[in-house]
């Protein structure tokens, strides 16, 4: 029973991640917004920039694992 809710966690597909890094980049977005509001001026577009930085680093580090692990699989039926 746990390895099934387990599989609910597990990115298998690339439209899988890209719904992710959309969920990620929309709460990096609105925490931007918050530091542009409680730090106007040149500190709070920095932070702004470092929330959707973060999103395009994760986001990119996730389509790789995920092109990996399904080249993996691939690998591992043929043989």
């Not at 990115?11 to 719904?19: L, Q, V």
């Amino acid at each position: 029973m746990l390895s099934k809710v387990a599989r609910l966690f597990v990115i298998k597909t690339r439209f899988e991640a890209f719904m992710i890094i959309y969920a990620l980049a929309l709460g990096a977005v609105q925490r931007g917004s918050v530091y542009l509001t409680q730090y106007p001026g040149f500190g709070g577009k920095l932070l702004f920039l470092a929330c959707t930085c973060a999103v395009f680093m994760a986001g990119a580090k996730i389509l790789d694992c995920v092109k990996f692990e399904q080249a993996q699989r691939a690998a591992d039926t043929a043989a």
